[in-house]
């Protein structure tokens, strides 16, 4: 027979369990998955928490410099104590890396090979290495231009890897392709649309099995796709961005939920924030899903139309960069333009927001940082920043740093 | 059925690899034929997984030639995993402190029967721990099948003709320049050195030292409108007959013979059919080998193409516009002794853009490193052509 504890022992018991329980959820990677993919954990590009410095320079402000073996378009991310990047090298671009190094002291702490199996041609201007990696707290899934698939765990150590354009030698575009992984529930998208074999896939993120796969219209896109829908799993959809449309799907069996056929951007991508999705098309276009049925457009603005960086939205208000390098912020309920300033230079990578700081590192190196004011009506640069080399990445941004990464180094840009 | 010798090499290496690491190779052996058994769409992941995984438990630094051998005439995919292992094997031993097999490593690196990238993978790992390396070994590797390794050799000695010229010793530059063109497959190498010999007075013809190909038949334009030329069979697929007239998109049309000057042997089908879009064209050469060889068909177009060689196709690409670089797609296939016929299909689609007008090719055939293989009619090289002040051969 089974014997029954007093309460106050199984008061103990259970408080002692959910102790442990704590302590083990806040020591697995995935509680401190702090930017796990590209435009960080909510694809929002917006971070809470201690803020970066407003400047820095090589001897201010930098807690460490790291080289990298190879040039990439892709942003570092920051998983617990590991900052992932990736890169690529070689006179043809075929050699794909995937380095990790420690978030404190910036000491490499393993370093993996690959050779490309699929097309690695690409503009001069971009790379093989142009997605960013994503995490979902305890495997990396590193994603390159060749369409290469590589999942790793935070030690290193291989569990899996796809040619997908080893298994569809007509995908790929040799201008290059950029768009980044993500990763909901078991399953890792990877959106390869191009001119030849254009599809979507999702694999089994354990072990790289395809789950699906869905064609796509036979054009070049170079955006993202974006998880969006509501705050439980269940209810989460994957948004995918053509030229000539934005659609929605079933993360688990990749079927199509709606459509919006209309022009879209085909680099910068969308963002999902409360059940509105905030389309890159026609300027940017506010999108409300309904069930069963096609979309309500809450409003256009053909007025913000993006550049090669994506929008990001926080406070209801939404910041986009166009390819002049003007910084617009916009009422996020109807669109309404509320300023604008130019920042200097071409921006390739997405701004982030932490606080009420946007940080904008243009594609020459120089770091931006707009201070937003309380009411959000007006936007002022309060500190201007160098750093040698060719920018393309967004940066990352975990516990008051920023992570960024040239065609040769990643620092990590903290306070001291 | 018979097993081809590179796979016999690495079931030879495995077994001897490392000398006392017989017995622990006998362990890694299973693990390897996971690895090597990887495919097409996730195909043998779970168990590659796992295998991975053991062979990290028990493989170590002696038994890396052993790992490194399996790559011989192993899959791309199964190249990676074994890469992988490699690189975590060797990462972990010398992040404890431990000295790699430098020997057996070099023995694996000076048999050039294994496969060129492991063989790289080889040398990256005794330069690691060697900083000998360099010096003692690359020298040796100017005519390497690895392309990476031949490509270090060449730049060494472009360095030492750089430094000759300097010097003032043009006799010294000039024989080292000479030497690393003949050795150079790299584009940014050759070009780099034939402009150095043009300003040595010694200019390099270098459609001729790529083999581009120039004299061309050419017909067209049939219809691509809609794009459904890329994939309609016109009459030149069926059977090419220099003599025959065919009904194209404005009218009849007849084969006609096409010389290119330009400097990287372009063929401009603008100015040699007139401009059209929504066109297709074909290009026609009669290509005489001296043997019968692996050849390799290079093509760098903006549009979409289909390449084939002896009535076989050997490569297609429905892409418009996306890049125009050399050597941009690869047939891979076997010349015959004597006569061949290569036939290209080049498809312009009707873009509006300006960037978008280019209805154009470039295309040689070479080896798989890349060196031309010359039809044995071609005419010698014309130096007159790349004087110093010419464009050399680009892209």
Redesign the interface.
């Given at each position: 027979m089974r014997q029954v504890k007093p309460l106050r022992n199984q008061r103990r018991s259970i408080v002692l369990a959910l102790t442990a329980l704590t302590i083990a959820w806040l020591a697995t990677p995935s509680a401190l998955a702090d930017w796990p993919q590209f435009r960080g954990p909510q694809s929002n590009s917006v971070a809470t928490g201690q803020q970066p410095p407003a400047t820095w320079s090589e001897s201010e402000n930098i807690a460490w410099r790291a080289d990298l073996p190879g040039r990439g378009p892709s942003s570092p991310i920051v998983v617990g104590d590991r900052v992932i990047v990736t890169s690529s090298s070689?006179?043809k671009q075929n050699r794909l890396h995937v380095l990790c190094f420690d978030a404190d002291s910036g000491k490499q702490l393993?370093?993996?090979?690959?050779?490309a199996?699929g097309r690695t041609?690409?503009?001069p201007s971009s790379a093989n290495a142009a997605p960013t990696p994503a995490s979902d707290g305890q495997l990396i899934f590193a994603f390159y231009s060749s369409n290469?698939l590589?999942c790793l765990d935070l030690e290193?150590?291989?569990?899996?890897?796809?040619?997908l354009a080893?298994?569809f030698p007509?995908a790929g575009?040799?201008?290059g392709m950029s768009s980044s992984p993500i990763v909901i529930g078991n399953v890792v998208v990877a959106q390869v649309e191009?001119?030849?074999d254009s599809f979507v896939t999702g694999?089994d993120k354990q072990?790289?099995?395809?789950l699906w796969r869905i064609e796509r219209p036979?054009e070049?896109s170079w955006a993202s796709p974006v998880v969006a829908g509501g705050a439980k799993d269940q209810d989460a959809f994957v948004l995918l961005q053509s030229p000539s449309q934005l659609t929605a799907h079933d993360p688990v069996s990749g079927q199509l939920l709606w459509s919006y056929d209309e022009s879209c951007d085909g680099i910068s991508s969308s963002v999902s924030l409360d059940g509105v999705i905030y389309a890159a098309s026609q300027g940017t276009t506010a999108l409300r899903p309904k069930s069963g049925g096609p979309v309500d457009v809450l409003w256009n603005e053909s007025r913000l139309k993006p550049g090669a960086a994506s929008m990001l939205i926080a406070d209801g208000r939404i910041y986009q960069i166009n390819r002049a390098g003007v910084l617009s912020c916009a009422q996020a309920t109807d669109g309404k333009i509320l300023w604008r300033t130019r920042l200097e230079g071409e921006f390739w990578g997405t701004p982030i927001l932490v606080g009420n700081r946007l940080y904008a590192i243009s594609q020459d190196g120089k770091g931006q940082v707009v201070e937003i004011s309380a009411d959000g009506s007006e936007g002022k640069v309060i500190g201007t920043s160098q750093l040698e080399g060719t920018f393309q990445c967004s940066p990352a941004v975990a516990d008051g740093a920023l992570y960024v990464r040239s065609d040769n180094h990643l620092w990590k840009i903290a306070a001291p | 059925m018979h097993r081809r010798p590179k796979q016999m090499l690495w079931i030879v290496a495995w077994l001897v690899a490392g000398g006392s690491a017989l017995a622990q190779s006998n362990d890694l052996a299973p693990s390897l034929d996971v690895l090597r058994n990887v495919g097409r769409e996730g195909a043998g992941n779970r168990q590659a997984s796992a295998a991975w995984s053991q062979l990290m438990s028990y493989a170590d630094a002696d038994q890396l030639p052993t790992i490194l051998a399996a790559m011989d005439e192993a899959n791309p995919l199964a190249v990676n995993w074994l890469r992988a292992a490699v690189d975590a094997v060797a990462e972990k031993h010398v992040q404890n402190g431990g000295t790699l097999p430098t020997d057996a490593l070099e023995s694996f690196l000076e048999d050039k029967r294994h496969d060129p990238r492991a063989r790289r993978l080889a040398y990256e790992w005794i330069a690691r721990t060697d900083p000998s390396a360099p010096d003692r070994l690359i020298p040796q590797m100017l005519d390497d099948p690895s392309i990476e390794l031949r490509r270090d050799a060449v730049a060494r000695v472009i360095a030492e003709a750089e430094q000759a010229a300097s010097d003032e010793q043009p006799a010294a530059a000039l024989a080292a320049y000479r030497k690393a063109l003949g050795a150079a497959r790299d584009l940014d190498q050759v070009k780099l050195v034939a402009e150095a010999l043009a300003k040595l007075d010694q200019p390099v013809d270098l459609n001729h030292h790529f083999g581009f190909v120039e004299n061309w038949r050419l017909v067209g334009p049939f219809s691509n409108v809609g794009g459904i030329g890329f994939d309609t069979a016109y009459p030149p697929e069926k059977r090419v007959d220099f003599s025959a007239e065919y009904t194209g998109s404005d009218g009849p049309l007849r084969w006609i013979e096409h010389h290119t000057d330009d400097p990287a042997g372009h063929v401009d089908l603008n100015k040699a059919l007139g401009k059209h879009m929504g066109a297709v064209a074909y290009a026609a050469v009669e290509f005489h080998s001296a043997r019968r060889q692996p050849a390799e068909l290079r093509l760098g177009s903006p549009n979409a193409i289909k390449i084939w060689l002896n009535g076989q196709l050997l490569a297609t690409a429905q892409a418009y516009h996306a890049n125009n670089v050399m050597d941009q797609y690869v047939g891979r296939g076997e010349l015959v002794e004597g006569r061949n016929l290569i036939l290209l299909k080049i498809c312009q689609n009707e873009q509006t853009e300006d960037w978008a007008q280019d209805w154009k090719f470039q295309f040689r055939v070479c080896d798989a490193l890349g060196k031309a293989i010359l039809d044995v009619n071609r005419a010698p090289p014309n130096v007159a052509r790349n004087k110093p002040n010419d464009k050399p051969a680009t892209e």
């Open positions: 070689g006179v393993w370093h993996r090979q690959f050779w199996t041609l690409s503009h290469d590589i290193g150590n291989l569990k899996w890897l796809r040619g080893y298994d007509h575009n040799d201008v191009c001119q030849g694999v072990t790289g099995e395809p036979h070049a | -």
